[in-house]
Every structure is written in structure tokens, then in C-alpha cells.
């Protein structure tokens, strides 16, 4: 429930970084992602998680994957925000839990009680109705519905826990994000850092 309302409140946030733009704003959340979650750690002096990691290839595989995906989704979702497709956005966020369910049901073989399944229905009906109401298909619902779907199905395989996960996302992104901002300050193009103090407040 935490994690919607943040989600929810997103769209109060993002149009104040403009006009900084979408891939900018993405870069940029990569690099302090990474320094908060460092940080994190930091206070909890927990590092010996590293050596196994690194240890675990296959698990390795798996966070470069979902670094790949949770891109896909962070910058659909600002970019939705940004220019003005909040509804579709939040309607990406409604049909997740149908996707997660059918992954679940589908690829990990959990099974559904009847009053969960009829839930289930009462809640693809809504989406039905929701997206014959928006006149269109709803193409960037969809995609932020099934990549964060994917995400957390591919997290599940890893078995790694939150703070750690995030920080070795973040650090294979640290570099093309850093590079992409390095490239928009020396072109002129970047607006963080041009804008003055409510681009960072």
C-alpha cells in the first residue's frame, strides 16, 4: 500500500524537473538511487553479501536483466507523466496485479483459492471497463504493467535482497547514466544543473 501511494503522488513530482527531460531525469535517478541505497548499507555496515554475490553468476545474470527492465519501466512511467498521460499511467499500475497474478499462476504454478480468483475478475473487468473507456489502446499501460510484472518475477528468481538488488542494479547503470549526463552538460543540452535550485529541490 506504501509503494502505490508513493507512486500515486509521483505525478506531483516529476513536471518539477521539467524541462529537464524524461532520459535525463531517468539518468539522474539511477545515480542517486545508488548513493541512497549506498548509504543505506553504509549505516547498516552490511558488505559481506558482496563476495557472494559475485560468487553467483546466474544471480549476477538476473539483476543485469531486471536493471534492464526497471529502466524500461522508470522511464515509461516519467515520460507518461511528463506529457500528460497520468490516467494511462496510473492504469499501467492498476493492471501490474494481473500480471503478476498470471505470472504467478502461469510460470510458478501457485494456485488461487475461488474467492482470489473472483477477485481476480472483479479486477479484470475493471481493467476492461477502464480501458474501453480511454477510447484507445493503452500502449504505455501495457508496458509499464508487463515490464514491472517482469521485474518482480525475475527478482523472485534471484532471491537477493532489496537493498542489494538495488544497489547492483544501480551500479551497472551508473556508467551509461553518468555518460549520458556527462554528455548533455558538454553539449549544453542538460538542464539539472542549469536550472537553478527547484530543478534540485
Same mark, same amino acid.
Given at each position: 500500500?506504501?509503494?502505490?501511494?508513493?507512486?500515486?503522488?509521483?505525478?506531483?513530482?516529476? #513536471? +518539477?524537473?521539467?524541462?529537464?527531460?524524461? =532520459?535525463?531525469? $531517468?539518468?539522474? *535517478?539511477?545515480?542517486?538511487?545508488?548513493? @541512497?541505497? /549506498?548509504?543505506?548499507?553504509?549505516?547498516?555496515?552490511?558488505?559481506?553479501?558482496?563476495?557472494?554475490?559475485?560468487?553467483?553468476?546466474?544471480?549476477?545474470?538476473?539483476?543485469?536483466?531486471?536493471?534492464?527492465?526497471?529502466?524500461?519501466?522508470?522511464?515509461?512511467?516519467?515520460?507518461?507523466?511528463?506529457?500528460?498521460?497520468?490516467?494511462?499511467?496510473?492504469?499501467?499500475?492498476?493492471?501490474? #496485479? +494481473?500480471?503478476?497474478?498470471?505470472?504467478? =499462476?502461469?510460470? $510458478?504454478?501457485? *494456485?488461487?483459492?475461488?474467492?482470489?480468483? @473472483?477477485? /481476480?475478475?472483479?479486477?479484470?473487468?475493471?481493467?476492461?471497463?477502464?480501458?474501453?473507456?480511454?477510447?484507445?489502446?493503452?500502449?504505455?499501460?501495457?508496458?509499464?504493467?508487463?515490464?514491472?510484472?517482469?521485474?518482480?518475477?525475475?527478482?523472485?528468481?534471484?532471491?537477493?535482497?532489496?537493498?542489494?538488488?538495488?544497489?547492483?542494479?544501480?551500479?551497472?547503470?551508473?556508467?551509461?547514466?553518468?555518460?549520458?549526463?556527462?554528455?548533455?552538460?558538454?553539449?549544453?543540452?542538460?538542464?539539472?544543473?542549469?536550472?537553478?535550485?527547484?530543478?534540485?529541490?
Amino acid at each position: 500500500m506504501a509503494a502505490y501511494a508513493m507512486w500515486g503522488l509521483f505525478p506531483l513530482y516529476w #513536471p +518539477l524537473l521539467k524541462p529537464a527531460g524524461a =532520459v535525463e531525469i $531517468l539518468a539522474h *535517478r539511477m545515480v542517486w538511487s545508488l548513493i @541512497t541505497v /549506498v548509504a543505506v548499507l553504509a549505516v547498516r555496515r552490511y558488505w559481506s553479501w558482496i563476495k557472494e554475490i559475485v560468487r553467483q553468476p546466474r544471480k549476477l545474470a538476473l539483476l543485469a536483466l531486471a536493471a534492464l527492465i526497471i529502466t524500461v519501466n522508470w522511464g515509461t512511467y516519467i515520460y507518461a507523466v511528463n506529457t500528460g498521460h497520468v490516467v494511462e499511467a496510473a492504469l499501467g499500475y492498476f493492471i501490474n #496485479p +494481473l500480471v503478476s497474478v498470471l505470472f504467478g =499462476v502461469v510460470l $510458478l504454478r501457485e *494456485r488461487l483459492r475461488p474467492l482470489q480468483w @473472483t477477485a /481476480v475478475g472483479f479486477g479484470a473487468l475493471a481493467v476492461i471497463v477502464l480501458t474501453t473507456n480511454y477510447g484507445r489502446l493503452p500502449y504505455l499501460a501495457l508496458v509499464l504493467a508487463f515490464s514491472f510484472g517482469l521485474y518482480g518475477l525475475i527478482k523472485k528468481q534471484a532471491n537477493v535482497g532489496a537493498a542489494e538488488s538495488l544497489t547492483v542494479e544501480t551500479l551497472l547503470l551508473l556508467v551509461p547514466a553518468v555518460a549520458y549526463i556527462g554528455f548533455l552538460e558538454a553539449s549544453g543540452q542538460g538542464r539539472s544543473w542549469t536550472w537553478g535550485r527547484g530543478t534540485w529541490c
